[in-house]
């Protein structure tokens, strides 16, 4: 397969992932010098608490220019996080990828290859969530609030997403909870850009333990539902989106 004509950015979260991260990391690398001529994988530690840090240092070290280790003293949280790696990459598309491993890296090439027939953000959904019914009923649930605020839809709140660097410029992120990637897509598509849904497939956590959605997090998605709803009404009445 002929690679694509993009350089890629690769952005990672990763708060106590000991046991994942450094697979991740080097699986993403196998898989990007098969795909684009150009790409790196910035790596984010959320102050975690296990040697995920010690250990992205040392990838760092060993594909210098290619792994760029990143540190929080505090947990932010993942999306805090995205926003401030979206803020460091070098290259023509982003691509969000978890570190637990439910999403693997060999499914960036589809997002790539929607992304070459012209789409400017490619949003991942999981129709087959291998999490707990909890987890799987909390999205659904969340998904409901935002149809009913701010009256936009997606298959999916928090998966792997692809983005065109020149559209997150453009963009003032304002969410700090679970609304980031749903008002990226929002207020893009308010400015003209081609937002594309595609299926992704979603495996069984193997390794670490599976955070719950923590109390700051819920607080923070609501308070930004309810105070980006007029802005995001706005922006839809006057682009018809």
Not at 33 to 60: F, K, N, P, W
Not at 111 to 124: F, K, M, S, T
Not at 125 to 153: C, E
């Amino acid at each position: 397969m002929a690679k694509f004509p993009f350089s890629l950015s690769v952005v990672i979260p990763a708060y106590n992932e000991e046991a994942n991260i450094g697979d991740v990391v080097r699986d993403t690398l196998l898989v990007l010098r098969t795909l684009v001529d150009s790409y790196e994988v910035l790596v984010m530690d959320d102050a975690s608490q296990d040697r995920t840090g010690a250990i992205i240092d040392r990838l760092g070290e060993e594909h210098p220019g290619l792994v760029r280790a990143f540190h929080h003293t505090t947990n932010q949280g993942t999306n805090p996080t995205l926003i401030e790696l979206f803020g460091a990459v070098r290259y023509d598309f982003v691509f969000f990828l978890p570190a637990d491993k439910q999403i693997l890296p060999h499914s960036i090439a589809h997002y790539l290859e929607v992304a070459r027939q012209g789409a400017d953000i490619v949003l991942g959904w999981r129709a087959r969530r291998a999490d707990p019914f909890h987890r799987a009923f909390l999205n659904w649930l969340y998904r409901a609030i935002m149809k009913l605020v701010l009256g936009v839809s997606y298959r999916d709140a928090s998966a792997s997403d692809l983005y065109k660097t020149e559209v997150l410029k453009k963009i003032s992120m304002e969410s700090r909870g679970r609304l980031l990637q749903a008002e990226i897509a929002t207020k893009a598509k308010c400015l003209g850009y081609r937002v594309v849904e595609v299926e992704v497939k979603h495996y069984p956590r193997q390794a670490g333990k599976q955070m719950g959605i923590a109390p700051r997090t819920a607080w923070r998605s609501l308070v930004d539902l309810w105070r980006l709803a007029p802005e995001i009404r706005k922006l839809r009445k006057l682009q018809k989106v």
